[in-house]
């Protein structure tokens, strides 16, 4: 039997992660975030800061450079090595029990592996400048710039590996506003719904 | 005081109608969809038929030709005068109590006149295909071109008067796939939050 996995994507500053984080620990089970990255690192032999960054965003500058850049028909990127790794990684979380995990295209990878809930967490852009600035402090960048930046390269990442678009309503079951809803509430209602599957 | 209005876009045969009767029969208050229609009509002085097809779709053709063809700067269309009288209703009908309506832009038209929750229903192809058929009958054209021609009517005509881009996970506070989550589940989700609200 496949087990029950919940997979949230998320905008960068919405909050997302807390709401994995909440919902994980109402269901007792475990959510992987930071382990994750640090499984990818040893399943991949590159440092962790690499994979927390080539294994969600597209590389700075255009797609052709930074998705295939150095790379020819035979060789892959150190990018498509890392998704390697992160696939492998997840199957094996998913395989090993009921989970949460954010981000890293879990939903795709575990389309057919896994009794999945696809999740997309979402805020409106004020509150989601408000909260990268309370929880990574400041930049030489606007707020809203980061953000931009950040969900670009997400959304070209996404495409990239699943060849589905980034945060779109039909990839999802549910998909929630945290600056509507609240981040709380958001976790109680994915719990609930992991319950009533 | 703002009264709470739940306000349902949905795809063409995702069950979003069905959503909102249930999720207002759990929370006793009204759900207006085909009343609605009626008052509009009654407002405007068109016949239902003409209310129902051009209060929610742009009219078959091309945007220009559909949405603006025979208007000069100082006219209006049809489209337009029933938009008008569609815009008073559901303002008076959110104005009265609290209430479920069903499509219309009652999101976005709703948007400052009360504590709304702008909600999202969609489904997969292949289950929106299989319901339309059982709840419509079969037609001249195949299922999934019915599914396409409503969808993009819909989605041209929600740009034209909102302009905003419809079934776009940014203009909804929730989204739900009944065809992962089920009818019931989607309007007790619904309902919960609006009494959590």
New interface residues.
Partial sequence: MKNKVIAISREFGSGGRTVGKLAAEKLGIPCYDQDLIQKIAEESGFCKEIVEEKGEYATHGNWFSGAWGGRDYYSHTIQDNIWFAQRKVILELAQKGPCVIVGRCADYILQDAADC??V?I?A?PKARAERIVSQYGESELAPERRLRDKDKRRAAYYQLYTDKKW????N??????TS??GIE?CAE?IA??YN?K
């Fill in positions: 809930i696809r997309f979402h409106d945060g779109d309503v039909k999802y079951d549910i998909a929630l506003s509507s809803i509430k209602i609930d719904l009533s």
